[in-house]
């Protein structure tokens, strides 16, 4: 993504945080997701062109608590919507120390940027909810809150990007269309990540009690979406997706 259009997406988020309405703030993320999906099309476009431009690689991101299971699943949850691979590290216990997203560098660029203003969303409204029924555990609430915000994020952001790649689904007269393109592109990405990652382990399922899920979804269906190689031995271990 170009630096002026990664300015915009910027200057949308902040907009859309500073909105004095539900209404105007959905009005600039819906701008905002249209931009970031269509310019990662146009990232994909350029290269098929040019490969050297936008290369394959990892980028690990330290995971903070409270609540790091959840961030650590909104950023990679994030990350996949957005056509890379994720790895947790030192997932044990209900706490994760660090992520690490895998792809190419234009891909990797928006997962960071919109997994900033995501984290500071929700961050901000997890110290204000509470349970409705006084006996249930506060911390509980916010987990399975962060867990619905997370999910209803990516559902929201694989819509947008399927939504730009169906729009620009013309094939193109000097070379191949777009769902080529992408095919081959998340094809190499899988490839790569297998031969960094060859003895990940598998995640287990995520389970919470808290009652909090419903809320978290609702949320992230109105947040701004414009804004080492194998396994520890011991506990503290990595998965991946």
Known sequence: MGVDKLDTVRKLLVKAERAATGAEAETYTAKAMELMARHGIDSALL??????????GPQRIEMQDPYS??????LGWTASALGCRWVQHGAWGGKVAAVTVFGHA??????????????????????????????????????????????EVHRRLSSA????????????ADGPGVALVLADRRERVDRAYAAAFPR????????????????GARAGERADL?????IDRGRRRAVGA
Do not use: C, M, N
């Open 200 to 215: 990940l382990g598998t995640a287990r399922r995520t389970v919470l009690s808290g009652s909090g899920f419903a809320a």
């Open 161 to 172: 990007e399927a939504r730009a790649a169906a729009s620009a689904a013309e094939p193109a």
């Open 69 to 74: 299971a959840g961030k650590a699943r909104l």
């Open 106 to 151: 234009s891909d990797r660029e928006r997962v960071e940027l919109l997994y900033t203003s995501l984290q500071l969303q929700a961050s901000t409204q997890l110290v204000r909810v509470r349970p409705a029924w006084p006996g249930e555990s506060v911390a509980a609430y916010r987990r399975s809150w962060l867990h619905g915000f997370a999910v």
């Open 226 to 230: 414009g804004r080492g190689t194998g």
């Open 47 to 56: 290269a098929a062109a040019r490969p050297d431009t936008d290369r394959i």
